[in-house]
Antibody, heavy 120, light 107 residues
C-alpha cells in the first residue's frame, strides 16, 4: 500500500526543538522528492522545504532558513523534519508530501499530518 | 515574491459548474496545481501541470492556465465536492507557493 505515515502529536515549550518523521512505503523511496508543509488552523498551507530522496539535495523556504532541517534515512525509507527555536506561532499541523519531482508535478501523496503544539 | 490570489469563497448549486480562479504574475511562466482539502483531512492533488488529472480524480475536475490566471473548473458539481481548494505553483527563487484558498459551498 502506497502511503506516508507520520509520527505522533507533539507538545513543546517555546525555545525547544521538534523532530517529525515520515515513513514511506509501497513505492521506490529514492525516485521522489519529499516536501514538508505546515498549516495553522484556518490558514493556507505553508511550504517549509523539500529534499530529493535520491541525492540528498535540499531547498528551504527563506522564512524557515536556519531553523528547519530536513534529512532522510534511505535504509528506513523515512524523511525527518526538525524545527528549532519553537514559538507559539509554530503551532500547526505538519505534513510530509511526495513529489515526482518534474516541472509542475505537484504533491501527489500526503501524510496524515502531525499536530505540533507550542505552549508554555 | 510569488503571490497567488484566490477568491475566499465560491457557491454553486448541485449539478452546475463551479469556477475557482487563482491569479499571480508568475503563473505566466510556471505551472499551477490544485488541491482539495476537506475538514480534518490532508490535501489531495486534483490537478497538476495546469490541466492534468491524477489517476482516481473524477473527470468533472479540469484546469487551465492563461494570462497569469489559473482556473479550476468542476462540472456537474456534487455535494461531495464541497471543500477548500488551494492553488499552488513554484518559483525558482521563492520555492513552493500556495494560494489563500477558496471555500467551495454546494448549496
Amino acid at each position: 500500500q502506497v502511503q506516508l505515515v507520520q509520527s505522533g502529536a507533539e507538545v513543546k515549550k517555546p525555545g525547544a526543538s521538534v523532530k517529525v518523521s515520515c515513513k514511506a512505503s509501497g513505492y521506490t523511496f529514492t525516485r521522489y522528492a519529499m516536501h514538508w508543509v505546515r498549516q495553522a488552523p484556518g490558514q493556507r498551507p505553508e511550504w517549509m522545504g523539500r529534499i530529493n530522496a535520491g541525492n540528498d539535495n535540499t531547498k528551504y523556504s527563506q522564512k524557515f532558513q536556519g531553523r528547519v532541517t530536513i534529512t532522510k534515512d534511505t535504509s528506513a525509507s523515512t524523511v525527518y523534519m526538525q524545527l528549532s527555536s519553537l514559538r507559539s506561532e509554530d503551532t500547526a499541523v505538519y505534513y510530509c508530501a511526495r513529489d515526482p519531482d518534474y516541472r509542475g508535478s505537484g504533491m501527489n501523496l500526503w501524510g496524515q499530518g502531525t499536530t505540533v503544539t507550542v505552549s508554555s | 515574491s510569488h503571490e497567488l490570489t484566490q477568491p475566499p469563497s465560491v457557491s454553486v448549486s448541485p449539478g452546475r459548474t463551479a469556477i475557482i480562479t487563482c491569479s499571480g504574475v508568475k503563473l505566466d511562466h510556471n505551472y499551477a496545481c490544485w488541491y482539495q482539502q476537506k475538514p480534518g483531512q490532508s490535501p489531495v492533488l486534483v490537478i497538476y501541470q495546469d490541466d492534468k488529472r491524477p489517476s482516481g480524480i473524477p473527470e468533472r475536475f479540469s484546469g487551465s492556465n492563461s494570462r497569469n490566471t489559473a482556473t479550476l473548473t468542476i462540472s456537474g458539481t456534487q455535494a461531495v465536492d464541497e471543500a477548500d481548494y488551494y492553488c499552488q505553483s513554484w518559483d525558482s527563487s521563492t520555492g513552493v507557493v500556495f494560494g489563500g484558498g477558496t471555500k467551495l459551498t454546494v448549496l
